[in-house]
């Protein structure tokens, strides 16, 4: 569910026009329902309702400061994978206490920042992360509570890119080793072992992965605490799955993702921790577009839009679908035809979708990418030398320009030239 629907023939985010942000902000931009995100985050606490838990929004699926500060005040936890990620959060007003820190590669610069400035646990991921992790908190005189995340080598039937839970996967430790790797924790200075952590991958359409791996997490609890350890939080990751095509796919709700985890862990007496990205901020933002050109080919017909694989990589990078509408809604009944709807990067790779099936679009017209809320913007770069496209938040009838769009003064800004040259 979202907030952006036609109005009076016009494609709206909650109660502005989105061509009232176009005429302020220029094209591309995203824009984001505070409605929706909040909305989504609410239907996970309601979720795990009557369970101890903590819902952490994962930061890299949408890291504006301004977006952290509304979900943050709304009383979301954050899941970090950076320094960076940490200093976000953190300008966000997000407390240390609810910030978890996740990642394979955690410096210790990191961890010292974590350390220094609070964090609630790390995810540790390996045996020489925690020596690494032991050394940092026992030379500032902390101590780090950690989970290990353990890898339950399953198949979460997902692209092959964001796949994280099978045992050729870089992430976590496996599960068979577990026992092992708690054992040496225990023994470590700096060290608390408050729980485990899992997290089997992204864009999960079926509940049967979650099942499988949650009760491997169940019977690991069991055994840790009959070797000693005081396993009292269990972290389950993210990974829920949204519908990018509104007419195919029906993946399973917050609530039954809630239900499974009552049914797997909730006997446990643990606290639960989710890390939510993409179904909380997924569907709560739109890429708009313009189109510059409509060039016909040899057989195809081409749509260039001034959007491109820099502001929007998923389509080129995991070969995934956005629903693409005019922002004047088309008529009842308006015949369609197919388009190739491109970007003007010299890369055939930047391609939004083939074949489309579009309603009258031309020149000059606007179009809206659904479902780009999460992992659009956060994966943006500046590659062609276009500059980061800005994002607009929308609360009601107000809007806000939440990162605005670098001049090119600024872009070239950053490089330097060495005094030598
Ligand atoms: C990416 C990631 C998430 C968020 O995944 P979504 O599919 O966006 O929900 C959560 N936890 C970890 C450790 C991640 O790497």
């Known amino acids: 569910m979202d907030h952006f629907l036609y109005r009076d023939g016009r494609l709206m985010a909650e109660d ?12 591309p931009v995203y824009v984001y329902s505070s409605a929706t995100l909040l909305r989504h985050l609410q239907l996970f606490e309601e979720a795990l309702d009557g369970l101890p838990h903590l819902v952490c929004f994962a930061v890299k699926s ?45 410096t210790r610069e990191e961890m010292r920042m974590a350390l220094e400035g609070g964090i609630r646990q790390f995810n540790v991921e390996s045996e020489p992360e925690l020596q690494a992790l032991s050394e940092v908190a026992s030379s500032l005189g902390k101590t780090a509570p950690i989970t290990i ?10 692209h092959a890119k964001i796949a994280t839970g099978k045992s050729e ?23 608390e072992v408050i729980g485990i952590d899992v997290h089997i991958g992204s864009q999960l359409t079926e509940l049967a992965p ?69 179904l909380v901020a997924g569907n709560a933002g739109l890429l708009i577009s313009r189109v510059i050109y409509a060039k016909s080919g040899e057989g195809r017909d081409f749509l260039i839009l001034d ?18 509408v005019p922002v004047i809604e088309p008529e009842a009944g308006a015949e369609t035809r197919p388009w190739d709807v491109v970007g003007p990067v010299c890369e055939t790779g930047d391609t939004f979708a083939r074949g489309r099936e579009l309603p009258p679009v031309g020149e000059g017209d606007l179009v809206a990418f659904r479902s780009a809320g999460a992992y659009g913007a ?13 994002e607009v938040l929308v609360r009601d009838d107000q ?23």
């Not at 509304?70 to 899941?79: Q, R, S, T």
């Open 169 to 191: 996967n870089k992430f976590g430790i496996p599960i068979a080793r577990a026992r092992e790797v708690y054992a040496m924790a225990a023994r470590l200075p700096g060290i």
């Open 62 to 106: 949408l890291g504006n400061v301004a977006v952290l500060k509304l979900l943050g005040e709304a009383g979301a936890g954050m899941d970090i994978v950076s320094g960076g990620e940490y200093a976000r959060a953190r300008a966000a007003g997000v407390p240390g206490e609810r910030i978890v820190f996740s990642g394979v590669g955690k």
């Open 307 to 324: 959007a491109a694989m820099n502001d929007l990589v998923r389509p080129s990078m995991y070969d995934a679908h956005h629903d693409i």
């Open 378 to 390: 956060a994966m943006a770069s500046e590659y062609n030398a276009r500059p980061l496209v800005p």
């Open 149 to 158: 995340r353990v890898n339950p080598d399953v198949d979460a039937k997902t």
């Open 210 to 278: 979650f099942e499988a791996a949650f009760t491997k997490v169940a019977e690991l609890t069991e055994m840790l605490r009959a070797d000693g350890h005081d396993i009292r939080r269990l972290d389950l990751g993210g990974g829920l799955g949204i519908p990018y095509e509104r007419i195919n796919e029906a993946p399973p709700l917050p609530f039954d993702y809630g239900a499974l985890i009552r049914r797997t862990v909730g006997h446990l007496g643990c606290e639960i921790e989710i890390e939510p990205g993409r």
């Open 399 to 421: 809007f806000a320009v939440i990162r605005r769009r670098p001049s090119y003064e600024e872009m070239i800004a950053r490089d330097s030239i060495p005094e030598w040259l």
């Open 16 to 27: 502005v026009a989105i061509s009232e942000i176009v005429a302020e902000v220029g094209t």
